[in-house]
């Protein structure tokens, strides 16, 4: 029903910034909650940013918090993440997701487990 795919990933240097985006298409897009989550190399995928169906509510991981800012455009059905003073440990394959009937709340929405689909992912490096 929804398919997700990222763009805006690259290389950048420390205190940088970038700026990802998720294209989404198919049915009921505004009925999907929409989170941005990032792998690294060797450790299991985490949560990073999270926003609400009306865009009006985010959740963001302790890690990023004031330097990353998600948003979204219903209109344009675009999900977007503003990455700010990047950091070496930024480092990963970023991944947009969107979840059906999920619970607005934090510890449902920082889940992988409770999304149901995922976009291919873009990488983001951040040199020292």
């Known amino acids: 029903q929804v398919q997700l795919v990222e763009s805006g990933g690259g290389l950048v240097q420390a205190g940088g910034s970038l700026r990802l985006s998720c294209a989404a298409s198919?049915?009921?897009?505004?009925?999907?909650?929409m989170g941005w989550f990032r792998q690294a190399p060797g450790k299991e995928r985490e949560f990073v940013a999270t926003i609400s169906l009306s865009g009006g509510n985010t959740y963001s991981a302790d890690s990023v918090k004031g330097r990353f800012t998600i948003s979204r455009d219903v209109g344009q059905k675009t999900l977007y993440l503003q990455m700010n003073s990047l950091k070496p440990e930024d480092t990963a394959v970023y991944y947009c997701a969107a979840a059906f009937r999920v619970a607005p709340l934090s510890t449902v929405l920082a889940a992988a487990r409770n999304y149901d689909y995922w976009g291919q992912g873009t990488q983001v490096t951040v040199s020292s």
């Open positions: 198919g049915r009921t897009f505004s009925s999907y909650a």
